[in-house]
């Protein structure tokens, strides 16, 4: 036992430090030379067209594992070992946790007002802290209602623009089909949670009195987890994980006839299940009262505190993020729906997205309508990895019968705050 | 002088690796759980390691994830240290007293278990445990009994069962060398004196190896304070294992996952508080009623 612990251990430590030990060299004379880490699908074909469209910085690419599989992990203990990459991919709710640790860097000074013209101000924000810029926004992804209008179509329902509307179809689903549902409560999705909160106005976390207030528990994440737990007692929704084999038979096997989803998952829909091609379309996500939406995933490209080469790996995250061969390299792997932060790529990303699956909708118009109805002014924790686990593991309980999401919630705000305080962190706890 | 060197060189390995596995850790982790490489207000300024008092301890203590993982862990050790200590008395007693045949056979047999690593057997049974692989749950089925290994309730007694499997063998084999040290005419006596094979287990065979009963019951507590390997494994099958669910987890997810290293240190501390005041206590209380 114990020789096993302790082997599990040093495998868990070694095994990403021995991967990641590529040395970062100057070039003498040639291409300056950067190394950049990512788990986002096509990020290859986006570093060869880069480094085949000018001579003076040569990408070193490196596809990792995404975060919760252990990516994270793996830029933590390189950042520990002094050796992360220039230029690292990090998720939204990960970039204060990432900033707070020192491994993301302070690159205010180096996002000109050039590249920031180029950018939805409102996804800028979510990776600007304390008036510092800590990573550059890539991709931001509305949660949309992706539905299979040949089931919708055949048993003449028609696509929920409300909340009221969409548990009214949930029910209609279930009397309907004793073995379909109309959606899922993924049991392992905490950040989908995040963006049903987010829409409704809750307020997980604000830093604007200098300090982290949390609140978890707010009014609106309240009225948000009422909602599912009704839907969760009529046994009118599945509530499993999503990440799971046991979904995938779901959507498989036509028995889920929705699916909430950031933008991206469109492109992920078609990699999955080909078979299923025109089979699927998104609508926007229904909405309470105000017409606003919350995120659901995208990335940001943050450089690392052991970067010997800031300006050329700001250089690449500007092509990446802003140039529309960037995006259309990424699109033409055929694996990637991405929403960009840069609206000036909108029209790029329209043409190179191949449509069929989607039966020809113009999604690209439908994401742009929906990325302008982000609700403004959502702050991401320091350690969103964390509460988000915690949380997942109520949902989980819940799932089965045991506590309800709420509570699920307040253990996450409980959890959290412990974590926070011994960080040194100024802390106050708001509503639970 | 002479055997002076030599007790020196004998003692010098002992205490090399209690110093470099022991000592060293033990003071790095109550140094990292006392200061903190802090910054203020909302974390984003330049980092000054600080002396931060008490504060990761008074974080952790107040962290209902720990204290429940420290709940889960007490009621592991109620549930495990009775059944383990008793399991592996009676099959002692049994090999003891001629009843069971093929004495090296059954000692090989219960024994082989513990020669499998932890993770071996925690992937073992993690395979006998989930629904859709496990032949068990499917006989089971074919007998109209529904049985979720990795439910709620359940979660907990599956994983005694895999401690209890991989030790049983083990202590059994401590209990039974024990056993072999009574002395004979003692046994004889009782017999003269009208003791049948029950009685005199219980009355005399068992008192007389009391002292390998301490000492079992002491080693499996400590071992199963840090209940570690088999949780993390079958967490990957049931989501009712968090990934705090022992004080162990608790620790490994607070550096690892949280990169909180104060936090992780303090839980360490305690944990090992924890640990030898139980330890201690249990000794105190044996030796008392000893006395």
């Given at each position: 036992?114990?020789?096993?612990?302790?082997?599990?251990?040093?495998?868990?430590?070694?095994?990403?430090?021995?991967?990641?030990?590529?040395?970062?060299?100057?070039?003498?004379?040639?291409?300056?030379?950067?190394?950049?880490?990512?788990?986002?699908?096509?990020?290859?074909?986006?570093?060869?067209?880069?480094?085949?469209?000018?001579?003076?910085?040569?990408?070193?690419?490196?596809?990792?594992?995404?975060?919760?599989?252990?990516?994270?992990?793996?830029?933590?203990?390189?950042?520990?070992?002094?050796?992360?990459?220039?230029?690292?991919?990090?998720?939204?709710?990960?970039?204060?946790?990432?900033?707070i640790?020192?491994?993301?860097?302070?690159?205010?000074?180096?996002?000109?007002?050039?590249?920031?013209?180029?950018?939805?101000?409102?996804?800028?924000?979510?990776?600007?802290?304390?008036?510092?810029?800590?990573?550059?926004?890539?991709?931001?992804?509305?949660?949309?209602?992706?539905?299979?209008?040949?089931?919708?179509?055949?048993?003449?329902?028609?696509?929920?623009?409300?909340?009221?509307?969409?548990?009214?179809?949930?029910?209609?689903?279930?009397?309907?089909?004793?073995?379909?549902?109309?959606?899922?409560?993924?049991?392992?999705?905490?950040?989908?949670?995040?963006?049903?909160?987010?829409?409704?106005?809750?307020?997980?976390f604000?830093?604007?009195?200098?300090?982290?207030?949390?609140?978890?528990?707010?009014?609106?994440?309240q009225?948000?987890a009422?909602?599912?737990?009704?839907?969760?007692?009529?046994?009118?929704?599945?509530?499993?994980?999503?990440?799971?084999?046991?979904?995938?038979?779901?959507?498989?096997?036509?028995?889920?006839?929705?699916?909430?989803?950031?933008a991206?998952?469109?492109?992920?829909?078609?990699?999955?299940?080909?078979?299923?091609?025109?089979?699927?379309r998104?609508?926007?996500?229904?909405?309470?009262?105000?017409?606003?939406?919350?995120?659901?995933?995208?990335s940001?490209?943050a450089?690392?505190?052991?970067?010997?080469?800031?300006?050329?790996?700001?250089?690449?995250?500007?092509?990446?993020?802003?140039?529309?061969?960037?995006?259309?390299?990424?699109l033409?792997?055929?694996?990637?729906?991405?929403?960009?932060?840069?609206?000036?790529?909108?029209?790029?990303?329209?043409?190179?997205?191949?449509?069929?699956?989607?039966?020809g909708?113009?999604?690209?118009?439908?994401?742009?309508?929906?990325?302008?109805?982000?609700?403004?002014?959502?702050?991401?924790?320091?350690?969103?990895?964390?509460?988000?686990?915690?949380?997942?593991?109520?949902?989980?309980?819940?799932?089965?019968?045991?506590?309800?999401l709420?509570?699920?919630?307040?253990?996450?705000?409980?959890?959290?705050?412990?974590?926070?305080?011994?960080?040194?962190?100024?802390?106050?706890?708001?509503?639970? | 002088?002479?055997?002076?060197?030599?007790?020196?060189?004998?003692?010098?390995?002992?205490?090399?690796?209690?110093?470099?596995?022991?000592?060293?850790?033990?003071?790095?982790?109550?140094?990292?759980?006392?200061?903190?490489?802090?910054?203020?207000?909302?974390?984003?300024?330049?980092?000054?390691?600080?002396?931060?008092?008490?504060?990761?301890?008074?974080?952790?203590?107040?962290?209902?994830?720990?204290?429940?993982?420290?709940?889960?862990?007490?009621?592991?050790?109620?549930?495990?240290i009775?059944?383990?200590?008793?399991?592996?008395?009676?099959l002692?007693?049994?090999?003891?007293?001629?009843?069971?045949?093929?004495?090296?056979?059954?000692?090989?047999?219960?024994?082989?278990?513990?020669?499998?690593?932890?993770?071996?057997?925690?992937?073992?049974?993690?395979?006998?445990?989930?629904?859709?692989?496990?032949?068990?749950?499917?006989?089971?089925?074919?007998?109209?009994i529904?049985?979720?290994?990795?439910?709620?309730?359940?979660?907990?007694?599956?994983?005694?069962?895999?401690?209890?499997?991989?030790?049983?063998?083990?202590?059994?084999?401590?209990?039974?060398?024990?056993?072999?040290?009574?002395?004979?005419?003692?046994?004889?006596?009782?017999?003269?004196?009208?003791?049948?094979?029950?009685?005199?287990?219980?009355?005399?065979?068992?008192?007389?190896?009391?002292?390998?009963?301490?000492?079992?019951?002491?080693?499996?507590?400590?071992?199963?304070?840090?209940?570690?390997?088999?949780?993390?494994?079958?967490?990957?099958?049931?989501?009712?294992?968090?990934?705090r669910?022992?004080?162990?987890?608790?620790?490994?997810?607070?550096?690892?996952?949280?990169?909180?290293?104060?936090?992780?240190?303090?839980?360490?501390?305690?944990?090992?508080?924890?640990?030898?005041?139980?330890?201690?206590?249990?000794?105190?209380?044996?030796?008392?009623?000893?006395?």
């Amino acid at each position: 036992m114990r020789l096993s612990r302790r082997t599990l251990l040093a495998a868990g430590l070694t095994a990403p430090l021995a991967a990641c030990s590529t040395p970062q060299r100057r070039g003498a004379g040639g291409p300056v030379e950067i190394t950049f880490w990512s788990a986002l699908r096509g990020s290859q074909q986006v570093v060869d067209a880069f480094n085949s469209s000018q001579n003076r910085i040569r990408v070193v690419f490196q596809q990792i594992p995404s975060g919760g599989q252990g990516g994270y992990a793996k830029l933590s203990n390189a950042a520990r070992a002094g050796n992360a990459p220039d230029i690292a991919t990090i998720e939204y709710p990960q970039v204060p946790g990432y900033a707070i640790d020192g491994v993301a860097r302070d690159i205010t000074d180096l996002v000109t007002d050039r590249v920031k013209q180029k950018l939805l101000p409102q996804a800028l924000k979510l990776t600007t802290f304390d008036n510092r810029v800590f990573s550059v926004p890539l991709d931001i992804e509305p949660m949309v209602l992706h539905y299979r209008a040949d089931l919708f179509q055949a048993n003449g329902f028609e696509i929920p623009a409300t909340w009221d509307e969409f548990a009214d179809l949930a029910r209609a689903v279930k009397n309907r089909f004793p073995d379909k549902k109309l959606t899922l409560f993924p049991t392992d999705g905490g950040t989908q949670f995040a963006c049903f909160a987010w829409q409704a106005g809750g307020q997980w976390f604000d830093t604007s009195g200098g300090k982290w207030r949390v609140s978890l528990a707010d009014g609106p994440t309240q009225k948000v987890a009422a909602y599912w737990q009704k839907l969760i007692d009529e046994d009118v929704v599945f509530r499993n994980a999503g990440d799971s084999k046991q979904h995938d038979a779901q959507i498989g096997q036509d028995r889920v006839l929705t699916r909430l989803s950031g933008a991206w998952d469109a492109g992920a829909q078609m990699r999955a299940r080909p078979g299923q091609k025109g089979k699927w379309r998104i609508a926007p996500m229904p909405v309470w009262d105000d017409q606003v939406v919350g995120t659901h995933g995208g990335s940001t490209f943050a450089i690392t505190k052991d970067s010997w080469e800031p300006e050329a790996a700001m250089e690449f995250i500007e092509w990446q993020t802003t140039h529309p061969d960037a995006l259309t390299a990424r699109l033409k792997s055929g694996t990637s729906s991405q929403y960009p932060v840069a609206p000036g790529l909108v029209a790029a990303g329209a043409k190179a997205f191949p449509g069929e699956y989607y039966g020809g909708q113009d999604i690209y118009r439908l994401f742009e309508q929906e990325a302008n109805k982000v609700r403004d002014g959502w702050v991401w924790g320091p350690r969103m990895t964390a509460t988000l686990k915690v949380m997942q593991d109520g949902f989980a309980k819940a799932g089965a019968g045991e506590g309800t999401l709420i509570d699920a919630v307040r253990t996450a705000q409980s959890g959290t705050m412990p974590d926070l305080k011994a960080l040194g962190l100024s802390t106050e706890e708001g509503a639970r | 002088m002479k055997s002076k060197l030599a007790c020196a060189v004998l003692m010098a390995p002992f205490f090399l690796l209690l110093v470099t596995v022991f000592l060293i850790p033990t003071g790095t982790a109550i140094w990292l759980s006392f200061f903190a490489a802090d910054q203020p207000g909302l974390g984003f300024g330049p980092e000054s390691t600080v002396f931060v008092g008490l504060r990761s301890y008074v974080a952790v203590l107040s962290d209902p994830t720990f204290l429940n993982g420290l709940l889960t862990v007490v009621l592991y050790c109620l549930l495990y240290i009775p059944l383990m200590v008793v399991g592996a008395l009676t099959l002692a007693l049994l090999l003891d007293s001629g009843v069971a045949k093929l004495r090296s056979w059954m000692q090989m047999g219960l024994y082989l278990p513990h020669a499998v690593p932890g993770i071996i057997a925690a992937l073992i049974w993690l395979y006998l445990y989930t629904p859709g692989l496990s032949p068990i749950i499917d006989l089971f089925a074919k007998a109209d009994i529904q049985i979720n290994f990795l439910g709620i309730n359940t979660v907990l007694p599956s994983i005694v069962n895999i401690a209890l499997w991989s030790n049983l063998g083990y202590n059994m084999v401590i209990f039974y060398a024990a056993l072999q040290a009574v002395p004979r005419e003692v046994l004889e006596a009782s017999v003269v004196d009208g003791a049948g094979p029950v009685k005199q287990a219980l009355r005399i065979k068992t008192p007389l190896v009391r002292g390998a009963i301490v000492t079992v019951g002491i080693f499996t507590l400590i071992w199963a304070l840090q209940l570690f390997t088999e949780p993390v494994l079958l967490s990957q099958s049931t989501p009712m294992i968090s990934a705090r669910f022992s004080p162990s987890m608790y620790i490994y997810d607070a550096a690892f996952t949280r990169n909180n290293y104060g936090l992780a240190a303090a839980a360490s501390v305690i944990l090992l508080a924890f640990t030898v005041a139980l330890s201690f206590g249990v000794t105190r209380w044996t030796n008392r009623k000893a006395a």
